[in-house]
């Protein structure tokens, strides 16, 4: 078994091996959850906490679904209502809820490193369910997983992620992942949604979305934050649209055979167009949506695997990390 | 007053450029002889055998923080002072961007009372140019230099009306009073944590340009071309910044640079994951930039290298990196932390103490910062070879966010004097 990591915090630090044993898991998951069943006990007994300090429906719904399909039990705390409005720190907050022993914490936060900050504090697995800018570890690897059974492989493709890359994780994370798993990847989006030095990243930077999409095997669009659209990063959404929205004509440009995936929630007619991602011979985002229950059912249950090996030693839950 | 002659040492005289091997003696607070290697000695009361080591004129240090009045559970003139002792800084020269800012005579007159009482080494204040430093009504500046203020700045609060800083500038230049400026670009710094590149990306973590450095000091050059003022950046950190002030360097303008030790000894990278010691302002900058700056400084161009000492409790330090205080303490490492540049190459013993004493005293019109007859008797003796290990643990400062916990040092002071008296030893309250 590859993947030993008391934590998951981001793509940066896996290797192949390890990304390969998640995907692997997550499909044997992906059968489990196509079956009237849907039950498992890896993590019979243990406690999942999910933690999330920005508000997500979507993501904390899949964590909570994954924990309960597989036997665990699972709360859910909405941080931004409670105890930091009262002016708790993050430390405190992660040392009242380890007194609680929880097994595995799921944690969003608007900064970037606040989860592994909050990761050094307490004694359980922690998963990064995004924090910032900086990764959402699971969703690179629900997109690996769902690129990986639409086109039979993970590794030489041509791949372009569009729109908003300075203010995403998703990218930051899909990235690193594909730039480990050894894909062409092509950035396409306004210079002003662009991160600085990306030009050292290995990647291709595209300012014309019709030149950037030319013969790509994947389109990853993302999400445009509203508050970014008027006259702040772009003109306006109507601008965007035109220039760097994927439409029907814009994707022609890709391979005849490409696939169209976003991470959701979509703004149609801002990022999309509505017809191509409803369009079920192009558009991929709902699987997505199901292989993210599965990436995550084989993130929780490795974790937990490697915590129990670790907790017959004795740990304290500092020594090995 | 007694005599002590101080004798077998390395003397470091930044003002000839120039290291002497011989003896040095004090009379009533202030350096009576310098004695070359073979000259006679004369009787004294008391003798120091320096052993070899150097004996160099204790540092100046622009820029300190000191939590009083509003935050002295973070550090006082008490600790702040000991600090300076143990580092061989002998006058520490005070920021006005404390809590309320130093903007009226009566605040001066207060942190002038808490510094003669409690305080190990001299201090001069820094006053507030602007009122509550807002930036928009000129402090009482003669007032303020009657009450002793050595020098006006808002700190790290970037007067951003262009109006209102030239009329600063030309009151303060019809004075004589040197004005501080922070060159960081305002708007492009706002909420910034890291210099712009690949690594701040890979981080997801806010950032500047460089370029935003530039920016604030071409402004601020101009204003002083337009009003004539004595002038003084802050830090200078990029490379980009060193043309313009060169310029102006050319121009004649009254314009002096420094740089904070951890520009120079430090580099974007050592933030490694998030690790908010490393948070300072403006933030660390790329290795090719560091390279440079530390090249302007050994060229004379950069001329004063402080510590930018910040105390910062643990509650601000522990939190996102986004979210936590900027700054790092630096009276006790600066100097073991400068002589990293020596033992690089980059500087020889008189460069570096004209960066640290010389210039600094020679800017504000203090009378050390030299090893010269007549000068008082304000010293530091050092070995520069001593090896050690930082444990922030053991610093004299209320605060430890020291960026170098840990770190292999080489550079231990021995022994500081401020007008002739003995304020640290080293061994005295020390473990090794």
Known sequence: MGFTARHL???????????????????????????????????????????????????????????????????????????????????????????????????????????????????????????????????????????????????????????????????????????????????????????????????????????????????????????????????????????????????ALAKPDAIVMHPGPMNRGVEIDGTIADDINRSVIQEQVEMGVAVRMAAMDLLARNLRANAGAGNDGGAWA | MSDTLFTNARLIDPEQGQEIRGALLVTDGAIAAILPEGDKLPEAAQTIDCGGKVLAPGIIDIGVKIGEPGERHKESFRSAGRAAAAGGVTTMITRADTIPPIDTPETLAFVLERARDQALVRIHPLAALTKGRQGREMTEIGFLLDAGAVGFSDGDAVVTDNKVLARCLSYAGALGALVIGHVQDPGLSDGAAVTNGKFASLRGLPAVSPLAERMGLERDLALVEMTGARYHADQITTAAALGPLERARAAGLDVTAGVSIHHLTLNEFDVGDYRTFFKVKPPLRSEDDRAAVVQAVGDGLIDIICSMHTPQDEESKRLPFEEAASGAVALETLLPAALRLVHAGALDMPALFRALSFNPARRLGLPGGRLGVGAPADLVLFDPDKPFVLDRFRLRSKSRNTPFDGHRMQGRVLGTWVGGKRVFAWGKDDAA
């Open chain 1, 9 to 251: 915090l981001g793509i940066e630090s896996l290797s192949k091996d390890d990304i390969l044993t998640i995907l692997d898991l997550a499909e044997h998951y992906v059968t489990l959850n196509r079956q009237p069943n849907k039950h498992a006990n890896a993590l019979a007994g243990l406690t999942q906490i999910n933690m999330f300090f920005e508000a997500s429906t979507r993501t904390q719904a899949s964590f909570e679904l994954a924990g309960k399909r597989l036997g665990a039990d699972v709360m859910n705390m909405a941080m931004q209502a409670s105890s930091i409005k009262k002016g708790e720190t993050l430390i405190d907050t992660a040392l009242t809820l380890n007194a609680m022993h929880p097994d595995l914490l799921v944690v969003r936060h608007p900064h970037s490193g606040a989860v592994r900050l909050l990761a050094d504090k307490v004694n359980c697995a922690v998963l990064n369910a995004g924090d910032g800018r900086h990764e959402h570890p699971t969703q690179a690897l629900l997109d690996a997983l769902t690129i990986r059974r639409a086109k039979g492989r993970l590794q030489r493709l041509s791949i372009a992620i569009c729109g908003d890359i300075a203010h995403s994780r998703v990218a930051r994370s899909n990235i690193l992942l594909l730039g480990k798993m050894e894909n062409r990847i092509r950035l396409i989006g306004p210079r002003t949604l662009m991160p600085s030095g990306i030009a050292e990243f290995g990647v291709e930077v595209f300012d014309d979305m019709r030149e950037g999409l030319k013969d790509v095997d994947v389109v990853m669009m993302l999400r445009l934050q509203r508050e970014r659209m008027d006259g702040a990063f772009i003109p306006s959404s109507r601008e965007y649209y035109h220039r760097w929205g994927l439409d029907a004509e814009k994707l």
